[in-house]
Nanobody
Framework: QVQLTESGGGLVQAGGSLRLSCAAS????????MAWFRQAPGMTREFVAG????????IYADSMKGRAAISRDRAKSTIYLQMNSLRPEDTAVYYC?????????????????WGQGTQVTVSS
């Protein structure tokens, strides 16, 4: 079983930036796609960005295109999410997840493991 630990969340003003990290431990996820999701209060969990097993392919939610960059360091078993030009509507708990495939999946049902999340709050 792989364990995922997110970090890097916090409070930031609108227009600011944050870099989230997700470290995997236990069973390796190096051959799996990984992704970031987020969930705001009262809302369903939604896809943010995903990356393939080797980092060669990335996908983004329309709301994050041009504002986010996902990357991974396989040697460190860690993925990152750089978010810029943050908006109040980006406020949510951000979760990383491991895909059951070699590429990232956009659906929550595509994931086999989840982290516990890190809070991102963007003030206006």
């Amino acid at each position: 079983q792989v364990q995922l630990t997110e970090s890097g969340g916090g409070l930031v003003q609108a227009g600011g930036s944050l870099r989230l990290s997700c470290a995997a431990s236990g069973r390796t996820a190096t051959n799996n796609g990984m992704a970031w999701f987020r969930q705001a209060p009262g809302m369903t969990r939604e896809f943010v960005a995903g990356i393939s097993w080797n980092g060669g392919s990335t996908i983004y939610a329309d709301s994050m295109k041009g504002r986010a960059a996902i990357s991974r360091d396989r040697a460190k078993s860690t993925i990152y999410l750089q978010m810029n030009s943050l908006r109040p509507e980006d406020t949510a708990v951000y979760y990383c997840a491991v895909s059951r495939f070699a590429v990232a999946g956009r659906r929550t049902a595509d994931q086999t493991a989840w982290g516990q999340g890190t809070q991102v709050t963007v003030s206006s």
